[in-house]
């Protein structure tokens, strides 16, 4: 049964004085007032699959009605929403509730919240304090410690206020040593509160709380976003981490809302790609998943597509998803499937992160582990090669793009031209391939361009007995550089048609070059999102991604002593540098996890044709824009005050237009 809390809000006003306790009016704490949960049975899961223990506590109806048969005043503040409310609060939006107005819960309703938490509140303290003397938490020690960790990405997520890139944040606290000189240190764009979930009951009041109260709300899994999506001046936010659980559901699971029969998982929205990995490995199997060891599965990764190593033999890794369990807005905990909430099912998967819900965990298929092998090269501009040749190389590669796919390979590389340009291959990853496949399949490529005057002399293939090993041969650990502020990408989905037509095939290499020489650096991936019959692939996956066989990357850099007016000048010479992309691909679009904040249009950039349907879907599960994020569904609709063109970060009160 449940262990109910007997304490509710008193008004605003008289909350500061005294909190009733059934009959008696006394101060309640840890001591006198449980946490507000429940724990209902493993298997009440509509989904059919048992919760995990975390998902068992729950904040259910009967936790708030024995507050409200207590006569107890307020227990709205922690309770759920009804149509008729959500109604009445689309037509009446106001700016979030900020730390700076009158109106912002006194210390007392925090006290409270916490108490109901069962003490999972955080205060939001910048994790560089320590750094900075006008900070009670300053410790020279500590900062030291700090700053020699800062750029690991396991410090990054271990922390409440953590994040990887904190450019659109808006740079409010770093190390000394890593930001400008004499900076300060505030909170800015850093939350001002933080729940630190281990529990749905916790999310559920936290959703509750901040819904009724008006605050802006934030979800944080691992921190892993270009444009900052997990942080907000003023806001409470979620903090997913500790939600974790792998579970192995058995090579002969069967879903029965989609029929899959076969190996699959279910994996707390906590959980990183690696030990998924290896979990996957050890059974003789593969996950589709990132190249990046620390992203969280459940987060924003599967929300906003999820490309991975294997997206050219299996699909996205939104396609794989069979179930998740979702806290919704008006703060109820369901399941979403192929026959429960079909349409909230088709928006998770592909429709961008923190805007619909809080996934607590999910159900993904697996599939038999494979063999894998890698391929690495280089050639560039030298005394014997010039730079009409390398790029005549350079498109011989790229003319190869749709074959490699079709054979379900990976490819991941870049282009150089601060100097003399250089191509590198960084791997190129045959899924199911042997290196002497690898070898033969190359071997038309260095052919070609031996006949141009370019030597491949480096190439180096190696064999890997699955992804697992695959990925740690590759991508090292301490390849993951987090904590940095000093970039912008963009980045572009660019169709199949274009290598149908020499003309597009021309126009696109002209742009491609065009913008490397002024950037200095381009990153790409060769690969497809292959169609698998054996998913449901009708989901919320930009259209675009259905139809490419390159995602090209392009940056804008700043130095650490870069002004808001110098980063706002660098991004808009990006958005400039990026048009001829989009000239060369009209109608196609870019990869949301990976883009541009000031993307030109970005409802069709990372939505696609679907974004009018997600957007009423949005108004339907969230119409008081509790869950908000930049260039996330809906996002137009708000905005953060006190920003600058072509810099915006998160440092401003979130207000309606």
């Known amino acids: 049964m449940a262990r109910l809390v007997f304490v509710a809000a008193l008004s605003l006003a008289n909350l500061a004085l005294a909190q009733t306790i059934q009959d008696g009016t006394a101060e309640a704490t840890e001591e006198n007032v449980a946490p507000a949960v429940e724990t209902v049975e493993a298997d009440a899961a509509s989904s059919g699959i048992d919760y995990f223990p975390y998902e068992s506590s729950q904040l259910t109806t009967e936790v708030i009605t024995n507050l409200t048969n207590y006569n107890l005043s307020n227990v709205d503040l922690f309770d ?10 689309r037509t009446a939006r106001v ?80 190390p000394p040593t890593l930001t400008r000189t004499g900076a300060k240190c505030t909170l800015g764009g850093m939350p001002s509160y933080v729940v630190k979930a281990t529990n749905v009951a916790q999310i559920q009041l936290a959703v509750n709380f901040a819904r009724n109260l008006n605050l802006r ?11 900052a999506k997990s942080t907000g001046a003023g806001a409470l936010s979620i903090w997913t981490n500790a939600l974790q659980g792998i579970q192995y ?48 599965i459940g987060g924003g990764y599967i929300a906003g597509g999820g490309h991975s190593p294997l997206l050219s033999m299996h699909g996205m890794a939104a396609d794989q998803v069979l179930s998740m369990e979702v806290v919704l807005p008006n703060g109820r905990f369901v399941s979403v499937d192929e026959q429960k909430y079909p349409d909230l099912f088709f928006a998770l998967r592909g429709g961008g992160g923190s805007t619909w819900g809080i996934v607590t965990s999910l159900v993904i298929r697996a599939y038999p ?37 079709d054979k379900g390979m990976y490819s991941y590389w870049s282009i150089s031209c601060f100097f003399d340009c250089s191509f590198s291959m960084a791997p190129q990853w045959g899924n199911d391939m042997t290196s002497t496949a690898m070898k033969t399949l190359s071997n038309t490529l260095f052919s070609e361009l031996s006949t141009m005057g370019i030597t491949v002399s480096d190439a180096v293939y190696k064999d890997y007995d699955g992804v697992l090993k695959g990925i740690e041969g590759t991508w090292s650990a301490e390849s993951e550089q987090t904590g940095v502020w000093n970039f912008n990408t963009g980045s572009r989905l660019f169709p199949r048609s274009n290598w149908e037509d020499p003309t597009k095939f021309a126009a696109q290499s002209a742009a491609l070059r065009q913008a490397v020489e002024k950037a200095g650096l381009m990153l790409g991936y060769n690969m497809k999102a292959a169609k698998n019959p054996t998913l449901n692939q009708t989901n919320a996956v930009n259209p675009a991604w259905r139809e490419t066989v390159l995602h090209a990357l392009l940056g804008a850099t700043w130095s650490q002593e870069a002004t ?53 879907l949005k108004q339907k599960y969230d119409p008081w824009g509790l869950l908000w ?14 920003q600058i063109a072509y810099y915006p970060t998160q440092n401003g009160k979130l207000c309606p237009k």
Not at 217 to 227: Q, Y
Not at 576 to 594: C, H, T
Not at 600 to 606: R, V
Request: some cysteine; overall charge negative; proline content about 7%.
């Open 95 to 174: 700016c979030k509730t900020h730390p700076s107005d009158r109106t912002w819960p006194i210390r007392p309703i925090w006290d409270i919240f916490n108490i109901l938490l069962g003490g999972a509140l955080v205060e939001g303290v910048p994790t560089a304090a320590p750094c900075y003397s006008d900070w009670p938490q300053y410790n020279e020690a500590k900062c030291a410690s700090i700053t020699s960790q800062w750029q690991t990405p396991q410090y990054q997520l271990s922390q409440p206020l953590g994040i990887q890139y904190y450019a659109f944040e808006g740079v409010s606290c770093l």
């Open 369 to 405: 582990k494979k063999a894998v092998s890698t391929l690495s090269y280089s050639f560039g501009v030298n005394a014997n090669v010039s730079a009409e040749t390398f790029w005549k190389g350079v498109d011989a590669v790229f003319a190869k793009f749709p074959e490699y796919a």
């Open 629 to 642: 994020a930049p260039t996330a569904v809906g996002s137009e609709d708000w905005y953060v005050t006190g």
């Open 564 to 616: 808001p007016a110098d980063i706002a000048a660098a991004n808009k010479n990006l958005v400039e540098m990026m048009q001829p992309w989009r000239d060369a691909s009209p109608g196609a679009g870019a990869y949301l996890n990976e883009a541009d904040i000031n993307e030109p249009n970005w409802q069709q950039a990372f939505y696609g044709s679907n974004y009018d349907y997600l957007y009423q």
């Open 80 to 89: 759920f929403s009804d149509a008729e409310t959500a109604v009445e609060k």
């Open 249 to 296: 559901l058995g090579s002969t699971y069967t879903h029965g809302p989609s029929g899959y029969r076969g190996p699959a998982f279910k994996v707390g929205a906590g959980v990183q790609a690696l030990p998924l990995y290896q979990a996957a490995d050890k059974l003789g199997l593969h996950i589709v998943g990132g190249n990046t060891r620390t992203v969280g």
């Open 217 to 227: 709300l934030i979800v944080k899994n691992k921190g892993h976003d270009f444009k």
